[in-house]
């Protein structure tokens, strides 16, 4: 799979402070990784329509990446912006845990 | 150690020791797991693996760190004279710092490690590695959710370096009555390596042991191990087993009359020599002579000293005619000075197998032994020493040890119950006897020669130590003025034992003079009794002619029967 741009929106410019940088990690395409695509694809646009960039990149392509984005676990979602950073680690079918890692929701 | 006929490939360590209780190294391409607490020296085995791996044995390793940075590690590692960075410019190491931060991480359900896996692909491909360490994994219990799922994955993981055919080090953390905290020991099953750090009379030891080691022979003891500026040292207890080459060459005391004690030749070469005595007697003369004599044949020696400082043990042997200086000057000798209470035995041990190593003498002696005793530790100071005697024994190297014994106890049982490491064992003891205290020395035994018997009386002269005469005489050994005196006495004694026997023949010829007197007088005395009676005789007879002429006249008056009367007279 090789790493595209699954989905960028540019956000307005007055909401430059809550646009989102958001970067799956996967490896192959596994369930798993099948998974997560569709459910942080759908989350997204429920929840930070036009205001996100998600990218999507396979480790088996650009394995050098794990090193630099401390990768361990896979699929690792990493929220790059707004700080701080954080690392969403399954295959996003928990939706709540999901928002509480994104920030969009409280942690309950 | 013995090799086994079917061992699985070995992949050394280089670590000092560890290869020897392991038969070879590590099991080759396949993973070990070291376990023990904090600060027990995990991380550095494991590192001191991989550089000796790279540096000795051309084999790349991958260093992945979950506790330290690889900027902490490089500079451990440089404590401890590794150069990590210029390893890892030159392409043998790679060091991965895995950041693992719990507070960042969510899970939303089911994941799985292959990013780890890949990281490690990754960096094992890019130098071709053949070594691996991760260090340490419990640190992903602790930063990840979901232990069962980490569990399952670990036991990918190790297959997964099986597959890759790297030799690997998993360190983890002691548990609670297990192994590790997570019981790794499950499923890492080829070797598993202990370590452990424990403190007596405040002094702390560290220990390695091998738990198990599938398919090899493996040393099981507790071995003793130390982190010095040279990396980690391990001390096999009894690796050597009793294999040791016996010398029969035989080396000079240092003093003659003692050499002429011990079979007239002197210790054998490699053999272990213990002077024990009560304080003053003249151990470490001793130690000097055996030492001075060395360095004249040209020989090395190695002088632990752990009461003097070298110059006052020179200034002292100088007292005595024993000068070392010029030995050290021209560097046949050499002092190494500690205090007992500096480090552990093993740090001494390990302190004292360096220095032997690196001046490769002929001669070492440690002076004294007992500054080791420190409470109740005697068996390890037992085994410290048996452990020093085997590692100079496997060298030829002949080793003279001193012992302090104390006054009120039995002299020959020293205070570290040694005797059974030790070949001779020379005793020297103070003899007190009127008013006086002189020395004396004996051998207590000295394996496989015919030693002398005797108690003999020595002195501390200006220059050096001097056996006396052996004393031929009756009764103890006299010292001392108490030797003169004794010697007067027989003098005198033999003097008087001559005139006594000059008196009896004496007495004895005046006797006979008495006796032959007195047998004169009796001759005399008879003589004149048998004169008297003789004429008292010759009177009578005499008379009794007269008689019978009277009868004859008177008859022949009377006219008397001639017949009758001469019958009658006769």
């Known amino acids: 799979m090789k790493p595209k741009p699954t989905t960028r929106k540019s956000a307005p410019r007055k909401a430059e402070s809550n646009r989102y940088v958001l970067r799956l990690y996967v490896a192959g395409q596994t369930p798993k990784s099948v998974h997560a695509i569709a459910n942080i694809k759908k989350i997204c646009e429920e929840n930070l329509k036009g205001r996100y960039v998600l990218d999507v990149i396979d480790l088996y392509q650009q394995p050098q990446l794990a090193q630099g984005e401390q990768i361990i676990a896979v699929p690792t979602l990493i929220k790059k912006l707004p700080p701080p950073l954080r690392r969403i680690i399954g295959d996003m079918s928990n939706t709540e845990r999901v928002l509480v890692g994104l920030d969009l929701q409280k942690r309950g | ?570």
């Open chain 2, 1 to 570: 150690m013995p090799k086994a006929r079917t061992q699985l490939p070995k992949s050394p360590t280089g670590i000092q020791g560890l290869d020897e209780i392991t038969g070879g190294g590590l099991p080759k391409g396949r993973p070990t797991l070291v376990c023990g607490g904090a600060g027990c020296g995990k991380t550095l085995l494991a590192m001191e693996f991989l550089v000796r791996g790279a540096r000795q044995f051309n084999e790349p390793g991958v260093f992945m760190a979950f506790e330290e940075t690889a900027q902490d590690l490089t500079q451990n590692g440089a404590s401890l004279g590794f150069d990590l960075k210029d390893l890892i410019a030159r392409k043998k190491i790679v060091v991965d710092f895995v950041y693992i931060e719990r507070s960042e991480i969510e899970e939303t359900g089911e994941y799985d490690l292959e990013g780890l896996f890949i990281r490690l692909g990754q960096a094992i491909d890019s130098i071709g590695a053949k070594r691996v360490v991760l260090d340490t994994i419990d640190s992903l219990f602790a930063g990840l959710p979901n232990p069962l799922i980490l569990r399952a994955e670990l036991r990918r993981l190790f297959r997964w370096l099986k597959d890759k055919g790297v030799t690997a080090i998993i360190t983890s953390e002691r548990g609670e009555g297990t192994l590790t905290r997570q019981g790794l020991e499950e499923y890492v099953s080829d070797c598993v390596i202990l370590l452990d750090q424990r403190a007596s009379d405040l002094i702390s030891s560290r220990l390695l042991r091998i738990i198990k080691y599938r398919g090899s022979t493996h040393g099981r003891n507790e071995y003793p191990f130390l982190i010095d500026e040279n990396g980690i040292s391990v001390l096999p207890i009894t690796s050597l087993g009793l294999q040791q080459a016996a010398s029969t060459q035989r080396i000079p005391t240092g003093i003659e009359r003692l050499d002429a004690m011990l079979g007239g030749a002197g210790y054998y070469r490699g053999s272990s020599v213990l002077i024990s005595g009560t304080a003053g007697t003249g151990k470490s003369s001793f130690a000097a002579h055996f030492a001075q004599a060395a360095c004249r044949r040209g020989e090395r020696a190695l002088y632990f000293t752990f009461e003097e400082s070298p110059s006052q043990i020179m200034r002292n042997m100088r007292s005595i005619g024993i000068d070392l200086s010029p030995w050290v000057q021209k560097g046949l000798l050499q002092f190494e000075a500690h205090r007992p209470t500096f480090a552990g035995l093993e740090m001494h041990l390990t302190t004292m197998r360096k220095a032997v190593t690196a001046f490769k003498p002929q001669v070492v002696i440690v002076d004294p032994l007992n500054s080791f005793i420190i409470g109740g530790n005697e068996t390890q100071v037992k085994s410290m020493l048996m452990r020093l005697v085997d590692f100079l024994k496997m060298n030829q190297i002949t080793s003279l040890y001193t012992s302090l014994t104390s006054d009120s106890g039995a002299l020959e049982q020293t205070d570290v119950a040694i005797s059974s490491v030790i070949d001779t064992w020379v005793l020297l003891r103070a003899i007190e006897i009127g008013g006086e205290r002189n020395r004396g020395l004996y051998i207590l035994k000295s394996r496989g020669m015919a030693h002398s018997n005797q108690i003999r009386e020595f002195l501390l002269t200006d220059h050096g130590v001097e056996l006396r005469d052996v004393y031929v005489g009756p009764g103890s050994v006299p010292s001392g003025s108490a030797r003169l005196t004794q010697e007067a006495k027989e003098q005198a004694a033999q003097a008087a034992r001559k005139q006594e026997v000059e008196r009896g023949q004496l007495e004895l010829e005046r006797k006979r003079k008495a006796l032959e007197a007195q047998i004169a007088a009796m001759r005399v005395e008879f003589e004149a009794q048998e004169t008297e009676t003789l004429k008292i005789i010759a009177q009578e007879q005499t008379r009794e002619a007269h008689l019978t002429q009277e009868r004859v006249d008177m008859g022949q008056s009377r006219k008397a029967d001639r017949k009758a009367n001469r019958r009658a007279h006769k």
